[in-house]
């Protein structure tokens, strides 16, 4: 298990980039069999461009009554077992993962003329992989973990900064452990489509469904 981290820049400009993609478009023969490695094809080359926060992905969930929530998140982890994320297990999407697996992902690359959608199911890793990933993190953002109630009203930020200085010195003389209510949660996709975007709004779009064997590709309209 590997977390994100930043490669070699080769400095190419979006502008320029999203240009030359828009041109050359997206077709079954240039892509591969693989989503994976296909979404890793792209995520790099969105990595070469410095387009900010390019792991920042939109996450859709839907609450008991049907209702759906939605909201940015940052992927920390992908492979052949999905995309992996990190949050408060209280947190209000949380809870609606625990109530309806089922969920949706876009990573929006729009200055690149770029998006990849995904629907699939969620589930909680592993605690080990959680406290593997909690270890990497800043110790103020571990700090930040303990410290905030996710989706809760609260009445002030002073109280939340008051808390933040109580977990500073409860933790003051060691390491600063995994909450236990706090962790990761695996995106096991069932379809993902890669959209390039075209001249004339003749966008090129395709997209991945599982099946018994693999993967099946088919091109949609725009």
Same mark, same amino acid.
Not at 101 to 117: E, G, N, S, T
């Given at each position: 298990?590997?977390?994100?981290?930043?490669?070699?820049?080769?400095?190419?400009?979006?502008?320029?980039?999203?240009? =030359?993609?828009?041109?050359?478009?997206?077709? !079954?023969?240039?892509? /591969?069999?693989?989503? @994976? %490695?296909? +979404?890793?094809?792209?995520?790099?080359?969105?990595?070469?461009?410095?387009?900010?926060?390019?792991?920042?992905?939109?996450?859709?969930?839907?609450?008991?009554?049907? =209702?759906?929530?939605?909201?940015?998140?940052? !992927?920390?982890?992908? /492979?052949?077992?999905? @995309? %992996?994320? +990190?949050?408060?297990?209280?947190?209000?999407?949380?809870?609606?993962?625990?109530?309806?697996?089922?969920?949706?992902?876009?990573?929006?690359?729009?200055?690149?003329?770029?998006?990849?959608?995904?629907?699939?199911?969620?589930?909680?890793?592993?605690?080990?992989?959680?406290?593997?990933?909690?270890?990497?993190?800043?110790?103020?953002?571990?700090?930040?973990?303990?410290?905030?109630?996710?989706?809760?009203?609260?009445?002030?930020?002073?109280?939340?900064?008051?808390?933040?200085?109580?977990?500073?010195?409860?933790?003051?003389?060691?390491?600063?452990?995994?909450?236990?209510?706090?962790?990761?949660?695996?995106?096991?996709?069932?379809?993902?489509?890669?959209?390039?975007?075209?001249?004339?709004?003749?966008?090129?779009?395709?997209?991945?469904?599982?099946?018994?064997?693999?993967?099946?590709?088919?091109?949609?309209?725009?």
């Amino acid at each position: 298990m590997a977390f994100l981290t930043s490669p070699a820049q080769t400095n190419a400009d979006p502008a320029e980039f999203r240009a =030359q993609a828009m041109a050359a478009g997206l077709d !079954l023969a240039g892509l /591969d069999p693989d989503p @994976f %490695v296909q +979404f890793e094809h792209w995520y790099r080359q969105t990595i070469d461009t410095k387009l900010p926060e390019p792991n920042a992905m939109s996450l859709a969930t839907v609450d008991a009554d049907g =209702q759906p929530s939605l909201r940015t998140v940052l !992927l920390k982890l992908y /492979d052949a077992r999905g @995309f %992996v994320f +990190f949050t408060n297990y209280h947190s209000r999407k949380a809870r609606q993962i625990d109530g309806n697996d089922r969920v949706a992902l876009l990573f929006p690359w729009v200055a690149l003329a770029r998006q990849v959608k995904v629907l699939g199911h969620a589930s909680r890793i592993p605690t080990a992989e959680s406290l593997k990933y909690f270890s990497t993190r800043p110790r103020g953002s571990q700090i930040g973990a303990w410290s905030s109630p996710q989706s809760q009203v609260i009445t002030s930020r002073s109280l939340l900064e008051q808390q933040v200085e109580k977990i500073k010195r409860k933790f003051a003389n060691g390491d600063v452990p995994l909450p236990d209510f706090w962790g990761g949660y695996r995106i096991v996709p069932d379809s993902i489509e890669f959209w390039q975007g075209r001249d004339s709004r003749l966008h090129d779009r395709f997209r991945y469904t599982r099946n018994n064997d693999g993967w099946h590709i088919e091109r949609l309209a725009p």
